[in-house]
């Protein structure tokens, strides 16, 4: 009788351990970007390694590109050959490339791909590691879009063909 006992209260746990994993992973909850879909309060340090640049110091009149990346990871590199390649397609984009890694790095690949040139492209390091965790990464290079009033259109992580990185700049 007591081996029948056990089995029940064995029994009754697995069911009710079972339900409250699946509840939890239920409730997983969403990443950042997704919860509060707007342009993140980021703040990056700048080549001059002196200036920030942030939120509030984005174009008002121009949609939004973030581009994480790591100066040598391959993909990351195409990217930013595409983009300058198909440049005028950002005329009304103001693009802004984020790194987590190390200061002269960053530096380096700015002026390898000449990007002084470009007035609205804008290239820092995340000291606080706020877009990667805001952002939920897990690939590079990582790419969000917003439009004009600053709402997220959409993400995606990973190299992206060029014809759909122009093709979301104009939604």
Sequence with gaps: MSFLC???YSLLFLVVFSTALFTTAQDTPQPPYKRFPSVPPF?????DSSTYFTKENLDK??????MLFSPDCEHCQHEMEEIIKNIKAFDKTQLVLSTTRDFDQMRDFYQQYGLERFANIIVGKDEAY??????????????A???RKKELISVFSGAMPIEKVIGELKK
Excluded: A, E, Q, R
């Design 6 to 8: 056990g089995m029940k």
């Design 43 to 47: 703040k990056i340090l700048l080549t």
């Design 61 to 66: 009149k121009k949609s939004v590109m973030f």
């Design 130 to 143: 706020m877009l990667p965790v805001f952002f939920d990464i897990h690939n590079l290079p990582f790419l």
């Design 145 to 147: 879009f917003y439009n």
